[in-house]
């Protein structure tokens, strides 16, 4: 870096880094950590379902509550593209607090017993929050590094996947093992940090800066650590038997671990400071990558791409009028253009398919755990692995896939055919389950369902353009909640309790001689699970068919306008 910051430069300075792209950067890290607290429903579900007397089709329609909640975004993109993203966080905060709190005071008998359609409206309220956390943190970090997006899409996407077992920690370090408390503190928690850095995210101009894939990789090493030891300390956990002082000894460590990309933040933006106090030309010297373009001397002030160009007075027509003048993939798109467009209906089937399954096997992990005769320590591990390989999932899919794209241009959606065939593997192994092999089948589970969303994304914005991408994105991921809801209410849930009358029938019991439905035994989640297995497979065949559609596109400079529109530091 080769120089430090004078005495009276360090105000000016510190006003710099809070401005600055890196440092909204690593906000977006951390809002994005508190934004999977839907990831932990299965940790927290059976105290609901013991609380609130449900059987298991009424726990799976909460849980498709919470996905369609967590998915339909449509409205935070709308929001998102006539408010500031101050806004935008804010709200998420406020619905964030107000639906898990509901929550938490029904399960802790703060309030009398809700009816379960009240349940689902406050789950829902509370799992929407993170649309909004997603709208404002991830739409704005693409358009800030848009050369970077397959990467930046990872990590974010990741730091949301390590959400789960993160809370994990500073739940049992501040509350003790008590899942009641659980809730309550992913109610107060995402919602603090969303405030505290509500006016740091925003859209800046892009700026081509030396070593930014190398920074990523940076990043990418930091999260990798945090994952690695929330998998060993969870881990230690279950074999130790922990006090107070351990656990807040580990979250210690937890949250530095989550802070640590602070300092590379402060690093770049060092870095920058000093280009700008000594150009190229002077005797500083910067060491720049050979593989990034290189650095040229003089600024030009651009603007966005998508926005109009200077001089530019074309009078834009309505965008139901242009609905059938659909423009070159890559180009921006228009809502509507997007939407009725070929290629976005064939990710959407891929995604109903794909996403669908997945958030069906996550949110009954618990259940299958407790059907297969696990105890209740062990169960609670097989969660906090599919939080953690689901940032594996996350940060492997969006740097590899960038790699393949700009290296070998091979297609994005390709990858996400690979995807989904590891997903079946994993379905299969919990259709027909032997001596451990819920621990293979939660890796694999965890991995595949994380690697599918910045895959999504990635391609949402590739093929339609950044104009519209705080709806578009939105609009992508529509297709999982309709799909949780059939393959988890509508199949799992129905054929859970038809084993579970099954047994009871068996033993001479009625519905009535128990309080909550269980099912004990492989053969609880066999059929559902064989027909995830071919839907699955059935998604990666769909989205084959839009790799063949833009194999083409993908054999271009995809990113070859963005590059020219870059503003050199």
């Known amino acids: 870096m080769g120089r430090g910051i004078k005495g009276s430069e360090l105000l000016p300075f510190t006003l710099q880094f809070l401005r600055g792209r890196w440092f ?45 909640g967590a998915n339909v ?28 709190f509901m929550i938490w005071l029904a399960v802790t008998g703060r309030i009398a017993k809700p009816k379960v359609w009240q349940m689902c409206i406050y789950i829902c309220i509370g799992a929407n929050s993170q649309n909004f956390a ?23 996407k990741g730091y949301t996947g390590l959400s789960g077992a993160v809370m ?3 739940y049992l370090a501040v509350y003790g093992n008590d899942s009641k408390s659980l809730i309550l503190l992913i109610g107060w928690l995402p919602a603090a940090i969303s405030v505290i850095f509500v006016y740091t995210i925003r859209t800046m101009k892009p700026v081509r800066h030396p070593n930014e894939i190398r920074v990523f990789y940076q990043f990418l090493s930091a999260s990798i650590l945090l994952a690695v030891f929330l998998m060993l300390i969870t881990l230690t956990e279950k074999l130790v038997t922990f006090s107070k002082a351990a656990y807040a000894g580990a979250a210690t460590v937890v949250c530095f671990l989550v802070f640590s990309p602070l300092f ?3 690093r770049e933006e060092l870095l920058i400071w000093n280009m700008q106090k000594h150009p190229i030309g002077s005797p500083m010297e910067i060491t720049v990558d ?14 966005m791409p998508g926005s109009p160009k200077q001089g530019d007075e074309k009078v834009e027509k309505s965008c139901f009028l242009t609905i059938c003048d659909r423009p070159e993939r890559g180009e921006d798109y228009t809502i509507l253009q ?42 609670t591990s097989f969660v906090s692995l599919v939080s953690i390989w689901n940032f594996f999932g996350r940060v492997f899919s969006g740097f590899v896939s960038e790699t393949l794209i700009v290296k070998y241009k091979v297609p994005r959606p390709l990858m996400m055919t690979l995807v989904l065939l590891l997903a079946c593997i994993g379905y299969v192994l919990v259709a027909f389950p032997m001596p451990g092999s819920l621990y293979v089948a939660s890796i694999i589970i965890g991995f595949s369902f994380g690697a599918q969303l910045p895959l999504i994304f990635a391609i949402i914005s590739e093929l339609f353009g950044l104009k519209y991408y705080s709806t578009l994105f939105n609009c ?40 909550a439905l269980t099912c004990i035994g492989s053969h609880c989640y066999r059929l559902p699970f064989i027909i995830l297995t071919f839907v699955t497979f059935f998604g990666a065949l769909t989205s084959l068919i839009l790799v063949v559609r833009t194999r083409n596109y993908y054999r271009s400079d995809i990113y070859k306008k963005f590059r020219e529109n870059a503003e050199s530091l």
């Open 24 to 68: 909204a950067l690593f906000a977006s890290f951390l809002i994005m950590t508190g934004a999977g607290a839907t990831y932990l429903f299965g940790t927290y579900s059976k105290e609901i379902k013991a609380t609130l007397d449900y059987d298991q089709t009424t726990l799976n329609l909460l849980g498709f509550s919470k996905d369609l």
């Open 73 to 100: 975004g449509v409205f935070s993109g709308l929001i998102a593209e006539v408010t500031p993203t101050w806004f935008v966080l804010l709200v998420g905060a406020a619905l964030n607090f107000g639906g898990y």
């Open 134 to 156: 997603n709208t404002g943190a991830l739409v704005t970090s693409v358009k800030n590094f848009p050369e970077s997006r397959g990467s930046m899409l990872g990590l974010l």
């Open 168 to 170: 994990t920690q500073i």
């Open 264 to 266: 590379i933040s402060v």
């Open 290 to 303: 050979k593989s990034t373009p290189e650095i040229v001397e003089s600024k030009q002030v651009v603007s």
């Open 338 to 379: 997007a939407l009725t467009s070929l290629d976005m209906w064939v990710l959407f089937l891929a995604t109903f398919c794909g996403l669908g399954a997945s958030l069906t096997a996550v949110d009954n992990l618990g259940q299958i755990g407790e059907s297969l005769g696990y105890p209740n320590k062990t169960v």
């Open 476 to 515: 992508g991921q529509l297709a999982s909640p309709l799909g949780s809801y059939i393959f988890n209410v509508k199949l799992t849930g129905f054929l859970y309790d038809r084993e579970a009358m099954k047994d009871l029938a068996k033993k001479g019991l009625t519905r009535s001689s128990v309080k």
